[in-house]
């Protein structure tokens, strides 16, 4: 039997997605972060921040709100 068949990497297949996703919408003033694939089915709200996640628990997704006020309030100090 022969065992040196290279069938390529899972990532080489076709209908996986590179993860995250990043979406920034300045008009509206929010930002999503799609981190894995999947259905939301609970949502809360943490800090400003909306924090999806999928029936199991895990954290699809992270949307945040009033984009600009956001990165003000949270300035990163030196």
Do not use: W
């Not at 290279?6 to 076709?14: A, E, I, L, T």
């Amino acid at each position: 039997m022969d065992r040196a068949h290279n069938h390529g990497s899972f990532r080489n297949k076709k209908g996986v997605k590179d993860f995250p996703e990043v979406y920034i919408d300045k008009d509206a003033d929010f930002a999503s972060i799609k981190l894995a694939p999947g259905v939301e089915s609970r949502s809360y709200v943490k800090d400003g921040i909306v924090v999806c996640e999928d029936a199991k628990g895990r954290i699809i997704e992270i949307q945040l709100l009033n984009l600009k006020n956001l990165l003000s309030s949270k300035k990163l100090t030196a």
